[in-house]
């Protein structure tokens, strides 16, 4: 999701702690005090790795905290298929609808060349099969 703010970040940890197991891990061990907000979070990461974790139609996703301007979870395009395909789809349109922003299913490290766009305001989602680039 590209354009977010410290906001979205905080709506995001806060909600997703309630709909789905999320896990933070600092320097690779579970931590298990509860981190709701992108600025404890960004306090750790200045001298820590943080990564946060939870688990999707049997998928772990990671998080990152790169920056604020951007949520990344990282979901192989490649692990999205039709066995499992509804809790892929029921997250990402839950991330939008929580943030009020469209979610996208992009290639690793290649923003601009996305498979899915879903967007809980319009309610619309649109898939598009693009080469790797």
Not at 33 to 62: F, Q
Request: proline share 4%; hydrophobic share 40%; aromatic share 12%.
């Amino acid at each position: 999701m590209l354009n977010t703010s410290e906001h979205d970040w905080d709506i995001v940890l806060a909600d997703l702690q309630c709909r789905y197991p999320l896990r933070l891990f600092i320097d690779g061990e579970i931590w298990t005090k509860v981190l709701t907000s992108l600025s404890a979070i960004s306090i750790m990461h200045e001298r820590n790795g943080v990564t946060a974790k939870i688990v999707v139609a049997g998928k772990t996703i990671k998080c990152h905290f790169f920056t604020k301007d951007q949520i990344e979870f990282d979901i192989d395009p490649r692990e999205v298929h039709a066995e499992n395909w509804p809790q892929f789809y029921d997250f990402l349109f839950y991330i939008s609808h929580i943030t009020h922003k469209s979610c996208r299913l992009t290639e690793e490290n290649f923003p601009d060349h996305w498979s899915l766009d879903a967007d809980a305001a319009t309610g619309e989602m649109q898939i598009f099969q693009m080469d790797a680039p």
